[in-house]
């Protein structure tokens, strides 16, 4: 089985490049630069379409043929700022000179260029409240399924604080069946605050064939193939992460595990 737990390969540059191929699946691809100030990033976006977030720090981007200018206010995640963000379609290049040091998350998926290229964010993000409880946990939606924004990805931003749990009650959404479920290969960037703390994420399938549980530090990625995947921040220690989907159909459904239907049921009403 692929690997489901990715450290950093480097201390900065280009310290994630996960494709599909490298996640044994088809849609979903994600990497992650840390450049210092001067530095510079450049891609061109071939046949699939890219987010790119500003998670911390300042960068000049250009893209698409056209210069973006400075994008980026929040020097530190955990400020819970809205993100400033650029969608590019396919067959376009991009390149991002850092005006400060600066965490870039590039996230990919298919592209069929029906969608022009755009900046996302600040502006038409807002932090919501989710859940109840220790489920409680707070969102910046930046490309979800109601902003019509992308052909393919789905992107978020979430915020857990720190006791609670997140991506909870456990679910999936790894079968191809509209309205009821829809098939999402999904990726977590996963940051904590304090930075030395971890986390824990289980991904696990109802019949336990995919079973993994997991301690993820600062800067870890985690790819959910298929299966529940919830996450749970310890006492003392925030969690962040960037959740990046996409599949055949460009639908966020679910279904949840049968040990935690009742708690779905019972937050619902």
Known sequence: MTRLLHRPTADHGKVHDITPQDAGWTYVGFSLYRLRAGEEAIEATGDREVIIVMVEGKARLTGADRDWGVLGDRMDVFEKTPPHCLYLPGGTDWRAMAE?????????????????????????????????????????????????????????????????????????HDEDDFPRITLLEETYYHRLNPANGFAVQRVYTDDRSLDETMAVSDGDVVCVPRGHHPCGAPYGFELYYLNVMAGPLRKWRFVAAPEVEWIMDRDAT
């Not at 992308?150 to 915020?159: G, K, M, N, Y």
């Open 100 to 172: 400060t040091d600066c965490t870039m998350a590039v996230c990919t998926a298919p592209g069929r260029s029906g969608h022009p290229a755009r900046r996302i964010g600040p502006d038409g993000i807002t932090l919501t409240e989710r859940g109840r409880g220790t489920n409680t946990r707070h969102i910046n939606n930046i490309a979800m399924e109601a902003e019509d924004y992308a052909d393919s990805l789905l992107v978020t931003e979430v915020f857990t604080p720190a006791g609670h749990w997140s991506s909870f009650p456990s679910h999936r």
